[in-house]
């Protein structure tokens, strides 16, 4: 079993900065990509960054030169800072991850933080 453990959301002002960390454990051989997702209240959700295994991201255009993505391949944890925040940057962030098992290969999603800007 896998699991994703996401932190860091809260509340903040239009233009504040926050740092979302999601630790995965378990039983896992390696880890492919890692993602954020965000989904605010009546919208679907949607990519707002991945990193590959060697380092390669990609960003939604409506954060880029915002947020930055990174990863940590030895403590399995993939980090979102986000600078300059907007209140419509408000959602619930959740975590996806490409997972290796010994056994398997499967994508797991974290329980999802809230992330709130007001204006």
């Known amino acids: 079993q896998v699991q994703l453990v996401e932190s860091g959301g809260g509340l903040v002002q239009a233009g504040e900065s926050l740092r979302l960390s999601c630790a995965a454990s378990?039983?896992?051989?390696?880890?492919?990509?890692m993602d954020w997702h965000r989904q605010a209240p009546g919208k679907q959700r949607e990519l707002v960054a991945l990193i590959t295994r060697s380092g390669s991201t990609t960003y939604a255009d409506s954060v880029k030169g915002r947020f930055t993505i990174s990863r940590d391949t030895v403590k399995n944890t993939v980090y979102l800072q986000m600078n300059s925040l907007k209140p419509e940057d408000t959602a619930v962030y959740y975590c996806?991850?490409?997972?290796?098992?010994?056994?398997?290969?499967?994508?797991?999603w974290g329980q999802g933080t809230q992330v709130t800007v007001s204006s």
């Open positions: 378990g039983r896992i051989f390696s880890i492919n990509r």
């Open positions: 996806y991850a490409d997972v290796f098992t010994h056994v398997a290969q499967r994508g797991y």
